[in-house]
Nanobody, 122 residues
Framework: QVQLVESGGGLVHAGESLRLSCDASRLPLGNYFMNWFRRAPGKERELVAAVNETGNPTDSPDSVRGRFILSRDNVKRLVYLQMNNLKPEDTAVYYC???????????????WGQGTRVTVSS
């Protein structure tokens, strides 16, 4: 059973924007770190954005910093990745990822979506 579902990918021209969505409503209840990863053709999977369970962001790689913005709506259990000024190098399959940390217990299971494809033409 898939518990994270991404949407919003597509084909765009360089300089355009997309907003990806991650539906986390099927996750077991908890307080999750939420992340976006991507895998570009011929490259390793890369973390592009992350927030902790209260919405505080972590550092993003230089390749996307200032262009990609992760946000979350904990009531609706949705996570977004706003992608601005897209470049051909951003072409990849983008994956939503969730993991909770329980004080006194540790990290819980990892959850992944099946990905949404973003293609940016020159």
């Amino acid at each position: 059973q898939v518990q994270l579902v991404e949407s919003g990918g597509g084909l765009v021209h360089a300089g355009e924007s997309l907003r990806l969505s991650c539906d986390a409503s099927r996750l077991p209840l908890g307080n999750y770190f939420m992340n976006w990863f991507r895998r570009a053709p011929g490259k390793e999977r890369e973390l592009v954005a992350a927030v902790n369970e209260t919405g505080n962001p972590t550092d993003s790689p230089d390749s996307v910093r200032g262009r990609f913005i992760l946000s979350r709506d904990n009531v609706k259990r949705l996570v977004y990745l706003q992608m601005n000024n897209l470049k051909p190098e951003d072409t990849a399959v983008y994956y939503c990822h969730a993991q909770q940390f329980i004080p006194g217990i540790g990290w819980g299971p990892e959850y992944w979506g099946q990905g949404t494809r973003v293609t940016v033409s020159s």
